[in-house]
């Protein structure tokens, strides 16, 4: 069975500094796809990022981007100009790319922005 | 806006006092979602619809159950809620287009609390 890990619980960083979260994850198979997903406090959960297996490029989405190594199967999560609004709970989630879209999430890292 | 919509988003039940919680979209995605948050954990699937095809989770709980009468309602009963069943409830959508890498997009979630 699929299994991701998130090894930070919490996370701080300074408004307008540079934050990385850890993920690793566990899996037999060759294709997949990747996502972190945001939780902001009573908020809906929202996707940030995603990549697929197959790319060598990684994903960026303006300030947010991700070091994805597959053969270390770890796929972090680097947040450029942090901003108060970024202050939320991170989830990197795995999804097997065939069958049910099935998402096995992390146990999330909860990022505390310091202004 | 097109959304997915969790009602109510608050519920109080009493030990044993069967529970229905409910979501709705306006995405006409084809694939729902019942997920099980606990406080500080992952979210947990429980189970999942593909089209009227309902998909169980090996662990859920028998005490879980779940209706979609048409595309955009889900159900999500909770036959005889324990104190161990109170958490957020999140649901999510996704369009299933075979392997394209499509995103699950979730609701605002119900929390439940039993007493």
């Known amino acids: 069975a699929q299994t991701v890990t998130q090894s930070q619980p919490e996370m701080s960083v300074q408004e307008a500094e540079t934050v990385t979260l850890s993920c690793t994850y566990d899996t037999s198979e060759s294709d997949y796809y990747l996502f972190w997903y945001k939780q902001p406090p009573s908020r809906q959960m929202i996707l940030v990022i995603r990549?697929?297996?197959?790319?060598?490029q990684n994903a960026t989405e303006n300030r947010f981007s991700v070091n994805f190594q597959k053969a270390a199967k770890s796929f972090s999560l680097k947040i450029s100009d942090s901003q108060l609004g970024d202050a939320a709970m991170y989830f990197c989630a795995y999804r097997y790319s065939q069958g049910a879209q099935k998402l096995v999430f992390g146990q999330g890292t909860r990022l505390t922005i310091n202004p | 806006d097109a959304m997915v919509i969790q009602n109510p988003r608050y519920q109080v039940t009493q030990f044993g006092k069967p529970v229905t919680l409910s979501c709705s979209q306006t995405l006409n995605h084809n694939v729902m979602y019942w997920y099980q948050q606990k406080s500080s954990q992952a979210p947990k699937l429980l189970f999942h619809?593909?089209?009227?095809?309902?998909?169980n989770e090996a662990d859920t709980p028998d005490n879980f159950q779940s209706r979609r009468p048409n595309t955009s309602f889900c159900f999500l009963d909770i036959r005889s809620p324990g104190l161990g069943d109170a958490a957020m409830y999140l649901c999510?959508?996704?369009?299933?287009?075979?392997?394209?890498?499509?995103?699950?997009?979730f609701g605002p979630g119900t929390r439940l609390t039993v007493t």
């Open positions: 619809y593909y089209d009227k095809d309902f998909n």
């Open positions: 990549q697929e297996a197959y790319k060598q």
């Open positions: 999510a959508t996704s369009r299933d287009i075979g392997r394209a890498l499509t995103e699950q997009y």
